[in-house]
């Protein structure tokens, strides 16, 4: 019989999701000695090689396939049982996995604050992450509670709107549409520049889907990785930005970024709480969602009539 360790296999599991060991040792909160040393291990024991490293690139062998395709389950189960386990000592302790896509920054942390000094017993693993990143750890169900602007069609879920989001364009203060005393018509945002997060965004999406709609191709200068990035570039007139108003903080960038009145906008969506319903709700996870929808007030503004996103 092998002698393999639940360590091994969750850090064979991220290094093999992630192609990288550098990333699994940043989300696995390890260095990469530490995940090299595991993987190794897990090697000897196997007796086959699992992973090749070819230049920077991370392959899975086809014993690492196998390993691959079998250990997502068990490190499932084995998380079900700690949860179960936890539920049976007094409800409200164990581990909270919750996966929420970047824009969220701006608000889950405030959340969570008061979420944590409540129930000092439950430990949160927060991952932030794109949206494209986050479907696909729903798809693998690592998570409790996923957080998301644009839920996917097709999977089986629970949504449930939470929060409003609304979305805004963003021009630098000084942009010639800010002083022309009325509503800017949608066909002469067409003619600026924009400015737009990375594909597998739910950002860059939903401004994708509102362009289409409208039967125009947006004239996109740059895409940046991050909604900050986008503000800085927004206030050095590099063009304008459609974003969650989750972004904007209270100072608009010193004032150097303004808020354009556009026919249409704010487009008014909602932040979702999303579960896969193939997981069962821990005692943990279900206490997290009802202290989020009796606290979301804490950040002004619950969502109301929801508006599917566009
Ligand atoms: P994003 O998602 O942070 O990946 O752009 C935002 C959203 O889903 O609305």
Not at 48 to 56: D, F, H, R
Not at 137 to 156: C, E, F, K, S, T
């Amino acid at each position: 019989m092998m002698h393999v360790s639940l360590r091994q296999l969750r850090t064979f599991e991220a290094v093999a999701r992630l192609r990288s060991f550098s990333r699994a040792a940043e989300e696995l909160h390890v260095t990469q000695p530490t995940v090299s040393k595991q993987i190794r291990l897990l090697c000897d024991e196997i007796g086959l090689a699992l992973l090749e490293q070819i230049g920077k690139k991370v392959f899975l062998t086809e014993a690492g396939e196998h390993l691959y395709a079998t250990c997502g389950d068990w490190l499932e189960t084995w998380g079900r049982f700690e949860q179960t386990i936890a539920d049976m000592k007094g409800v409200k302790k164990g581990r909270l996995r919750i996966a929420s896509v970047t824009t969220t920054k701006y608000f889950m942390p405030r959340l969570l604050g008061p979420f944590c000094a409540q129930y000092p017993g439950i430990d949160i693993a927060l991952e932030v992450i794109n949206r494209d990143r986050l479907l696909e750890r729903l798809a693998r169900n690592q998570d409790d509670i996923y957080v998301m602007g644009v839920p996917p069609d097709g999977m089986n879920i629970e949504c449930e709107p939470f929060l409003e989001n609304s979305l805004v364009v963003l021009a630098p203060s000084s942009h010639r549409l800010t002083t022309l005393g009325r509503t800017v018509r949608f066909a002469e945002l067409a003619q600026e520049h924009f400015l737009v997060r990375e594909r597998g965004s739910g950002t860059r999406l939903t401004m994708e889907r509102l362009f289409e709609e409208h039967g125009v191709r947006p004239n996109i200068r740059m895409e940046l990785g991050s909604n900050e990035a986008i503000k800085q570039a927004v206030a050095g007139g590099l063009g304008l930005a459609i974003l969650s108003d989750s972004t904007i903080g209270e100072d608009h960038l010193n004032h150097q970024v303004c808020v354009l009145d556009v026919e249409g906008f704010p487009i008014r969506r909602s932040w979702y709480l999303v579960r896969s319903k193939e997981k069962r709700v821990s005692v943990v996870a279900a206490t997290f969602l009802e202290f989020l929808k009796s606290h979301v007030n804490l950040l002004g503004h619950p969502a109301k009539e929801v508006q599917q996103a566009v």
